[in-house]
């Protein structure tokens, strides 16, 4: 394909706006996949996407679409619509000259649909308005088309009305892709040049990078350069993806792939990298802006043994998933692990589910925390928790955008759930890092008889201190045995102690069920008794279950 028969989109979206069922639509008609009944969200491949019904990663399919007697080359990329995986939305639109950005019909503008269009915007695609969902009996696109015009100064003749359900129209939008999205700017007389935009690592053939072709062109057995670590490779296999792995024997400039170059150290592919040929080096690509985690876990191997299995299966899932950060941490009561950032709760909680469904990993994942920047012994203001309201703008006359300055930890864990019942599903929601800001925070201890335990040290505002450790020592406390003394189980903060719970002393004696004198029984339920206590830690003289740390750190 001539680079002007090329074209490179992303569909971009608000959540739920049927981003991966227009790209269904897409790939029957250029005959890509067979059109079916059975057809939803083809490019949702991975099961916990089709479990919670939402895209998570970006997903490329090459198209070929006959347009006024020529064929074109289109190099889809179907990206998720929630907040906490934008990242994957960012580098998509790294490999794309335009995007299809869509809105429903029925709700119209919502909180991704503004941030997806400015990720656009500012890395100035060509922006195709889609409004979906026209055969929804309360679908108004008129209204939608009015709110995009008002929203995006983009004119209300430029929208496309489809039902990507029905494929109303959708023939449309394909035309529109030719003709309202520009060629990419590349030369195949120029030297190799290839950004890696994801990467994914596969058992037998170790890294598969997906990559976009600057310049040039690349051939099966041709010796490539990271530009990252400086390392050549010999090219082993390359094609597109359509939106299956189709290998081909080149790969030219404009176009989108795939590429294996027995890679088998995470630690080489790097997500940004730019690819060239050995003997013509060229100017590296600027890459990504590094993803900012938002909400922190720890991450342990539920039994120790297996560390080293999850340590492969993290760092194999990250490559995957570039925007998690990962940190190596201990604790006393769980052992080695990691600490791992993400960009929000749904992101750490996909992240876990697809090490235990494609990794088939099993962790303990502790309470997601926020980052905190402390100063210390200096003097601090009596600050607002609540959110600072900065502006307000109304869409149209049924809906307003409000911009508001919250506490990080405000909004991460339920803030989102509370919002949608508030507004019966009507509110949608999006934020962004607006830096760090002094509040009064303190940090409390956990003490056993006296001895602090590290793993439940907590930052808390200080209004909160109270209620969350009077809870968290009501939570221990049910979590610990008896033991032979009586068990002090103290929230403080510094020297004051600010909520105490009791363990009463008792022995529990298994021999006392057993009459008479038969010494195996006996034996036995001694030995029961001690492998129990292995599953104990010793904080001060206090024996712990490690399930107690677990009940207290895991999340309700
Ligand atoms: P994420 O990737 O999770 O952000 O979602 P998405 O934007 O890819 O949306 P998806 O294609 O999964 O569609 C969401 C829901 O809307 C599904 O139940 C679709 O069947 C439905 N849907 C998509 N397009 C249409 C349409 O044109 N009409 C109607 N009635 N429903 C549609």
Redesign the pocket.
Known sequence: FPVDRIRNFCII?H????????ADRLLEMTGAIVKTQKNK?VLDKLQVERER???VKAQTASLIYSHQGQQYLLNLIDT???VDFSYEVSRSISACQGVLL?VDANQGIQAQTVANFYLAFEAQLAIIPVI??I??KNADPERVASQIEKVFDIPCNECIR?????GTNVEAVLQAVVDRIPPPVASIDDPFKALVFDSNFDHYRGVVANIAVFGGRVRKGDRIVSAYLGKSYEVNELGILRPDEHPTQKLFAGQVGYMVTGMKDVKEAQIGDTLYLKEQPVETLPGFKPAKAMVFAGMFPTDQSDYPGLRSAIERLTLNDSSVTVQRDSSMALGAGWRLGFLGLLHMEVFNQRLEQEYNASVIVTAPTVPYKAVLSSPRLIKNRRGIQKNMVYIDDKRVMMKYLFPLNEIVVDFYDLLKSLSSGYASFDYENAGYQAADLIKMNILLNGQPVEELITIVHRGRAYSAGKAMCERLQDSIPRQMFEIAVQASIGSKVIARETIKAYRKNVLAKCYGGDITRKMKLLKKQAEGKKKMRLIGNVEVPKDAFINVLKRK
Do not use: F, R
């Not at 959540?15 to 227009?22: F, R």
């Not at 489809?162 to 029905?166: E, F, G, H, R, T």
């Open positions: 979206a959540i739920d706006h049927g981003k991966s069922t227009l969200q019904g939402i895209t998720p619509g929630h869509i979906n969902k055969d929804l489809i039902s990507a359900k029905l």
